[in-house]
């Protein structure tokens, strides 16, 4: 379950009777598009269907029946949620779209590159002042990745942009190789990877380019610096970080 200061309230008006639920604004919003695929008890701040949520005061059990045909409310808190309006307060409005800005700050920054600087990432920061400066703002109503083309199109005419995915080598020297590998290979998509004679680790990965700095980084923190990084740029070249 999630906390209370986490919920919003899904309420639907019904037979002249009102019912309200307490739920996560992410997963209500998620089962009104059909997509909602976790588990209810995680989502929600009560196993309860409320008259008025606020108050804590519950409909008649006769209520329930004749609206939803039970009184579960495991059963009757989707229908709530699909067949009725989330309401948000101003104050959880505000902190909705904070979360989301962020979120979309950061997914647009690890896929993001500069295509005039050798397609070098963009930090969040850069990101963060050119929606700023393009005016964006971001829809507390919506999931992120559907604003992420949106978010781009803004983008353009201020900052040079484009998503794009780098396949990257990495050799790990055999000290580190046993353990360090296992961290790497889930870091992108693993194309190939060979195990040397010496006991080093060879893996070639493809992930989403913004993400490149913090491949770097990992192999550095773990190898002491000693392990090795190869930008592919076509099956015949490598170049050297």
Request: no cysteine; charged share 30%.
């Amino acid at each position: 379950m999630i906390s209370l200061d986490e919920a919003v309230t899904a309420r639907l008006e019904s037979h002249g009777e009102r019912f309200e639920v307490l739920i996560d604004p992410d997963a209500a919003l998620a089962m009104k598009r059909g997509e909602f695929d976790g588990e209810l008890e995680d989502v929600i701040a009560a196993r309860d269907v409320f008259e008025n949520a606020s108050r804590g005061d519950r409909p008649a059990e006769e209520d329930l029946e004749e609206v939803f045909g039970t009184t579960d409310p495991m059963e009757i808190i989707p229908e709530v949620v699909t067949r009725g309006e989330i309401q948000i307060t101003a104050e959880q409005r505000q902190e909705m779209q904070e979360q989301k800005r962020k979120q979309l700050i950061n997914t647009i920054a690890r896929n993001a590159v500069n295509p005039q600087m050798d397609d070098a990432p963009h930090p969040p920061e850069r990101i963060e002042s050119a929606l700023e400066q393009a005016g964006f703002t971001v829809d507390p109503m919506e999931p992120v990745e559907g604003q992420v083309d949106d978010a781009l199109e803004a983008l353009r005419p201020v900052i040079p942009i484009r998503f794009e995915e780098v396949t990257v080598a990495v050799s790990l020297p055999p000290e580190h190789a046993g353990s360090g590998q296992a961290q790497i290979r889930q870091f992108g998509e693993l194309e190939r990877e060979e195990w040397q004679a010496d006991g080093s680790w060879v893996g070639v990965l493809t992930f989403p380019a913004g993400m490149r700095n913090e491949l770097y980084d990992l192999v550095a923190e773990l190898t002491s610096g000693e392990g090795e990084t190869r930008v592919i740029k076509d099956k015949d070249e490598l170049s050297t970080r």
